[in-house]
């Protein structure tokens, strides 16, 4: 497929006498991504696929019974994986929005002369350098109401954070700020430095307030790095699975990766669980569509 | 950088600094936390409120090291004596350490661990940060067709939830004989992070004005020669970001190095939530497996930090 | 780079093929990582010791165990000669043919005499009653329960107890003597609380705990042969189980939502409270004093008594199993041959593993080596298990899903929660046709 694409070259474009051919180099430089990829992909997609229209379960010797899309209908159906969606869209949105303000309003904070910039910038870079198992593990024990930091730095006594069914969520989102927000910072920090000094001196001297100058210079030229940023970070929060798992157990935190991971791995039900993996693709699929979208308008202004 | 001008905006930057300096140490003091407690002595390790004075122990990185079992009975005075230093700070811990039937001290599995996490972390990242460079520069310069639909294909790669990757990637490895071995998560971890690196890197090239590498080709550069001699330094401050974003998903990974590899190759990071196990964690030795093994991250983002720091600037100043 | 990528991959491929046959000297067993398996390591270095062949008990983090024996086992890795698996994956693991059977090996050897009963009935037999063995009972573990002997023993807190219940303040003979030293002790104004119990619904943890107050009150989860479970998981005897559970919970320290053995070791540790409930496993990091500030004050008793007067526990530990992948198979088995003479069950008991020997657990010897061994030994004569069926772990959590919300959160009734359950069951049953 991707060769077929590939073997056209416009003739306009700069074809070197010298060296390689831009066509040839074009080629050499994408195609071994594009197929390295599809050759990793395509194999484990197609099982999937397959095996999410039958009964089949990796744990029993019984063959696998072709049910066509009764998987998918039996899961559509079930209130559970419903609510599974809507506690992962509820995540999503709190720990993103939550990455994109503190990693964004960090980064414009940091965007001047300040002393020992780069050791400061390393520093805050250091959540995200953690696992997220070890993340969870010591999160857990600062959450504890009677032995854990954060009550008492913050004098809160006992308070429940993970065990409230109504807070765990928020308490795992927090957590995940705290370890994401670094990422977003430091896209954003790129992008910032990349607007020119001279438009901000333009808008000084035609004094535009700095509501105007933000909004109509700084985000848009700082937008598409940091739609990067919000990409994968959406495409990583829905996949999220090892700090909520590790952090509480309330079904007011079973995000549909945990769901996911018992139906694959504890109960076995392989088709079914290639079933879901389906949907929760076709999901994010459809979002970063969305995504990319406005990445491609964002950049033709 | 323009020059600070009024006083008003001296107050700003001045303001902005003490932020940045409470928001650091907002971020910093769970880690903070986690540091120190590398050092303690276990019985202040979770103390409240938490202890911030104490003298500074060696014994966490040495239980971190060895493989240990619980004392059943106190050492007798002559073996207490005969044991090198590091043995004696096992045993004041209630442990001793395991040797072999060959009577050879054994090693916990960090050691190791830690040199697989190190071979496959930077062999997957120069692989990932190299070709997704390359295939950047291939969608941002070349006309090529269905540009958008490659490029999100790129980007989907990266969408499906490792579960259920798992067991189809397994079943292939099994076949060709990649399971347990550092080639077979290099390059699971090279095919996780390119997509990323993909994006990345487009981002930023897209930003270094064509005319550079224009003018050198009028100048006699072939295409490959322009490519190395006058992108690649441009697009440094990108490579660095990216390298760093690839090594930390790489060093961190845990789902697929639990399930893909066994003694041989298995990384770190499953290693450090095992030492729960024995019902009551020693935080000690927790915290040590984890300081250590933030090191050589911290130290790889603090190398490149200026770098990352650079930003876009030169194309958009310069254009 | 791709054609070199493959070269290279092929070039391995061909060399671990090569190399696996030459190393028969070397045996692999899979555990999670804990001290028993610290203890395994030192009994099999006897072994290399012995006869030359290297032993090595590979481990995983407790949380993954299960899943990461499940796709070595299901993808036919030969990666392990042997597991030590969970009681409930012997349905699973024998019916899809992953375990050697050992029956043969276990009637040569007249093993069903040689263990503990209980052990052989759940750690080592499947289908129930069948007569067909998978494992040798190696690990034997069951819930039993820390206390604070200062607390019980102080002076002023058994007079106050006596005035308040009317009865003595000790290690309590039955659940609802327990619920009174709960409440009696929770004192939420003071940081201390009542009782530590499992809470943690993403395994077995909460189950397991659930299991322990059920079975004491003479309860059932179903009928093991005939896949029963009406009348039986939804009696009376365990709605007032699941009722008295829920009651305990409310004398936990805040927050005991997610809580398995690591957080109940830490109850007693960090002065949380009274008593609490984990497996004897766990309990040598508390005779520690390196580990427990408090180990000079920590006593065990086992399960206490229903109303009715029945005792029994929730069955952990683990059986150990030669895995059918392995090319390792008759070493494997010469091992076991060495691992079931009595004087390494005697040694496996002094290094600090729970041997299932009955011999060794009936000696003098074994039950005052440790505060919890005869607590050990009383409760290993009377346990119960969960579900074996190779679908237990949808029966696990289908149980966390209905009961989880009603023990922490307060939600419906007992009777509710355990009224669909019963019905999940039925239709999990069915759906694998284990009844019409």
């Not at chain 2, 487009?202 to 992108?231: C, H, N, S, W």
Request: net charge negative; aromatic share 14%.
């Amino acid at each position: 497929m991707a060769t077929a694409v590939l073997t056209t070259l416009d003739p306009q474009s700069r074809a070197a006498s010298r060296g390689m051919s831009d066509l040839s180099i074009r080629n050499l430089f994408i195609i071994p991504t594009i197929v390295f990829l599809i050759v990793f992909n395509i194999f484990p997609l197609l099982y999937s696929l397959g095996y999410s229209f039958t009964d089949f379960r990796a744990s029993s010797s019984a063959p696998a019974n072709f049910v066509g899309l009764q998987n998918y209908r039996d899961l559509l159906a079930d209130p559970f994986i419903w609510n599974n969606f809507t506690i992962t869209a509820k995540y999503v949105i709190v720990s993103v929005v939550g990455q994109v303000i503190v990693g964004f309003g960090v980064a414009l904070l940091l965007n001047r002369d300040i002393p020992f910039k780069g050791l400061l910038t390393t520093l805050l870079l250091l959540p995200m350098m953690l696992s997220m198992a070890v993340v969870g593990l010591f999160w857990k024990l600062l959450y504890d109401p009677s032995f854990g930091i954060i009550n008492y730095a913050l004098g809160l006594g006992t308070f429940e954070w993970l065990s409230n069914p109504n807070m765990a969520l928020y308490a795992v989102a927090l957590t995940d700020i705290w370890m994401w927000s670094p990422f977003v910072m430091l896209l954003s920090l790129a992008g910032l430095s990349a607007v020119p000094k001279h438009l901000y001196e333009a808008a000084a001297i035609d004094r535009a307030g700095s509501f105007y100058t933000f909004f109509r210079i700084t985000l848009p030229l700082v937008a598409p790095i940091l739609m990067i940023a919000i990409i994968f970070r959406t495409m990583e929060a829905f996949k999220t699975f090892d700090l909520a798992y590790i952090l509480t157990s309330q079904p007011t935190t079973e995000v549909i990766s945990i769901r996911l991971y018992k139906m694959a791995f504890q109960e076995w039900q392989t088709g079914m669980s290639c079933a879901l993996a389906y949907i929760v693709l076709i999901m994010v699929l459809a979002i970063t569509n969305i995504y990319v979208k406005y990445l491609n308008k964002v950049k033709e202004r | 950088m323009a020059a600070v001008r009024t006083s008003g905006e001296r107050t700003t930057n001045r303001l902005a600094i003490v932020l940045v300096l409470i928001i650091t140490m907002i971020f910093l003091a769970p880690i903070y936390w986690i540091a120190s407690t590398a050092f303690k002595p276990r019985n202040l390790a979770t103390t409240i409120p938490p202890t911030v004075i104490f003298t500074p122990e060696i014994s966490p990185f040495v239980k971190l090291f060895t493989k240990r079992s619980q004392l059943r009975a106190a050492p007798t005075p002559e073996e207490y004596e005969a044991a090198p230093w590091w043995e004696r700070l096992v045993f004041d811990g209630g442990e001793k350490v395991v040797r072999s039937g060959r009577g050879e001290v054994q090693l916990s599995g960090y050691p190791s661990r830690f040199m697989n996490s190190l071979i496959v972390a930077i062999t997957s990242t120069v692989l990932a940060v190299g070709m997704g460079t390359f295939t950047a520069y291939g969608f941002s310069r070349f006309k090529v067709k269905g540009e958008q639909d490659l490029l999100f294909f790129i980007l989907s790669t990266r969408m499906l939830p490792p579960v259920v990757v798992a067991i189809p990637m397994f079943l292939m490895y099994r076949a060709v004989g990649l399971n347990d071995t550092h080639l077979g998560l290099i390059i699971l971890y090279t095919a996780f992070n390119l997509s990323f690196a993909v994006w990345l890197m487009k981002g930023f090239i897209d930003e270094i004005p064509k005319e550079y590498e224009e003018a050198a080709l009028v100048d006699g550069y072939t295409r490959m020669q322009a490519f190395f001699k006058i992108v690649i330094p441009e697009a440094a401050t990108g490579i660095a970001a990216t390298a760093v974003f690839c090594f930390i998903t790489a060093w961190n990974e845990y789902a697929f190095a639990l399930i893909m590899t066994n003694r041989r190759a298995q990384t770190a990071p499953p290693f450090i939530p095992s030492q729960v196990g024995s019902g009551l964690p020693d935080w000690t030795v927790i915290a040590s497996g984890t300081l250590l093994f933030l090191l050589p991250v911290a130290i790889f983002t603090f190398l490149l930090r200026n770098h990352l720091l650079r930003g876009m600037s030169f194309g958009a100043i310069r254009k | 780079m791709r054609k070199k990528l493959i070269g290279m991959a092929g070039g391995l491929a061909l060399a671990l093929a090569s190399s696996t046959s030459v190393l028969a000297q070397e045996l692999t067993i899979f555990w999670a990582e804990w001290d028993p398996a610290n203890y395994l390591q030192e009994l099999v270095n006897e072994y290399e010791a012995e006869t030359g062949v290297q032993v090595t008990v590979e481990t995983t983090p407790w949380s993954d165990f299960q899943t990461k024996t499940f796709t070595e086992l299901n993808a036919k890795g030969s990666a392990y000669d042997m597991v030590v698996g969970d009681s409930q994956w012997l349905g699973a693991a024998s019916e899809a043919g992953h375990y050697v059977d050992l029956t043969e090996f276990f009637n040569k050897h007249n093993l069903g005499e040689v263990m503990a009963p209980a052990t052989v009935k759940y750690y080592a037999e499947y289908p129930s009653s069948s007569g067909k063995y998978w494992a040798i009972p190696a690990e034997g573990d069951a819930v039993g329960w820390s206390y604070r002997k200062d607390w019980f023993e102080d002076p002023a807190e058994m007079e106050a107890f006596k005035a308040k219940y009317g009865y003595d303040l000790a290690v309590p003979a039955t659940w609802a003597q327990m619920r009174d030293i709960a409440e009696f002790f929770h004192r939420p104004d003071q940081g201390r609380y009542g009782i530590a119990i499992y809470t943690d619904n993403s395994y077995d943890g909460l189950v397991m705990g659930v299991e322990n107050a059920i079975f004491s009150y003479g309860g059932e989860l179903g009928n093991y042969e005939t896949y029963e479970v009406d009348g039986i998981i939804n009696s009376e005897q365990n709605i007032a189980a699941l009722e008295m559970y829920r009651e305990l919970y409310g004398f936990t320290p805040p927050g005991w939502a997610k809580t398995f053995f690591v957080e109940n070791n830490q109850a007693i540790t960090e002065n949380l409270a009274a008593m609490s409930m984990n497996y004897f496993a766990f309990f040598p990091a508390l005779t520690n004093e390196a580990s427990n500030p408090n180990a000079k004050v920590t006593g065990f008793f086992a399960n206490p008594a229903g109303p009715d007067g029945h005792q029994f526990a929730a069955l952990g530990g683990q059986g150990i199993s030669v895995i059918s992948y392995s090319e390792n198979q008759e070493e494997s088995m010469k091992f076991l041959e060495w691992f079931i003479k009595d004087d390494v069950q005697k040694r496996w008991a002094e290094l600090g593993g729970y041997t299932a020997s009955a011999a060794v657990l009936e000696s003098e010897e074994f039950q005052n080596a440790t505060p919890y061994n005869k607590a050990f030994y009383e409760t290993m004569f009377k346990v119960k298990d969960f579900w074996a069926t190779p679908e237990y772990a949808e029966l696990l959590i289908q149980m966390n899903q209905r009961i989880y919300p009603y023990i922490t959160g307060g939600e419906g009734t007992a009777k509710d929660a355990l009224d669909s359950l019963a019905t999940d069951w039925n239709a999990t049953f069915k759906k694998y046709n284990r009844v019409q």
